[in-house]
């Protein structure tokens, strides 16, 4: 079985994906760059109102005080806003 392959047009296929897949990951590091400045503003947030109020558990939840706020990390674990959907 022989395949013919015409480079002109292999080459015009690859660049096509190429540029599929850079506007996707742009896309993709904007997405980690907002993820990313919510969770470093909840830690920051968390910790000078730890400091503030001398280390004692502020709040109900105090479990949860001690930590971040982690929405943004939940936001990019659900694949489903990432999918890509055709109508």
């Known amino acids: 079985m022989?395949?013919?392959?015409?480079?002109a047009n292999l080459a015009f296929r690859i660049?096509?994906?190429?540029?599929?897949?850079?506007?996707?990951?742009r896309v993709d590091l904007d997405?980690?760059?907002a993820?990313?400045?919510?969770?470093?503003?909840?830690?920051?947030d968390t910790?000078?109102?730890r400091r503030n109020a001398g280390g004692a558990?502020?709040?109900a939840g105090a479990e949860e005080d001690w930590s971040f706020v982690r929405t943004a990390a939940n936001l990019m674990n659900d694949r489903s806003r990432f999918a890509v959907t055709i109508s």
Request: overall charge negative; hydrophobic content about 50%.
């Open 15 to 25: 660049l096509a994906v190429r540029e599929q897949l850079a506007t996707e990951w």
């Open 57 to 59: 558990v502020v709040g």
């Open 35 to 44: 993820a990313n400045d919510q969770i470093l503003e909840s830690f920051f």
């Open 31 to 33: 997405v980690l760059i």
């Open 47 to 49: 910790n000078r109102n």
């Open 2 to 7: 022989t395949i013919d392959i015409d480079p």
